[in-house]
């Protein structure tokens, strides 16, 4: 499937998920259906660090964005799973989506 108007690539459909009281910032829904566009404007693949932009741009509905990022990134104690592999594995924030990728947020904070 080609789409002329995402520079000629199909769309990337991908789970996410958040774990570990994560879901509470994304209206308390811990599974999410995104569509990424095949192609950004400057012709890239959306990776890790277009997906985070776009799930607090679009799917945060809570103001505490500081729960989730720090200096546009994820936020230190926040484990990424890619494929049930820990993102380290994959490049971080550069791993380019692909279609079928199941994203996975989990906190590792906890008050107390």
Same mark, same amino acid.
């Given at each position: 499937?080609?789409?002329?108007?995402?520079? @000629?690539?199909?769309?990337?459909?991908?789970?996410?998920?958040?774990?570990?009281?994560?879901?509470? =910032?994304?209206? %308390?829904?811990? +599974?999410?259906?995104?569509?990424?566009? @095949?192609?950004?404007?400057?012709?890239?693949?959306?990776?890790?660090?277009?997906?985070?932009?776009? =799930?607090?741009? %679009?799917?945060? +509905?809570d103001q505490r964005k500081e729960l989730f990022i720090m200096e546009d990134n994820v936020r230190p104690g926040i484990l990424v799973l890619i494929n049930d592999a820990d993102w380290e594995l994959e490049g971080e924030e550069t791993y380019e989506l692909q279609a079928g990728d199941n994203i996975v947020f989990v906190s590792t904070l906890h008050g107390g």
């Open positions: 499937m080609v789409d002329s108007a995402n520079g @000629g690539a199909a769309p990337i459909p991908i789970t996410v998920e958040f774990t570990g009281g994560l879901e509470i =910032l994304f209206s %308390n829904q811990r +599974k999410h259906k995104i569509i990424m566009p @095949g192609r950004l404007d400057d012709g890239s693949v959306p990776n890790i660090s277009n997906l985070v932009r776009y =799930l607090v741009d %679009n799917l945060m +509905k």
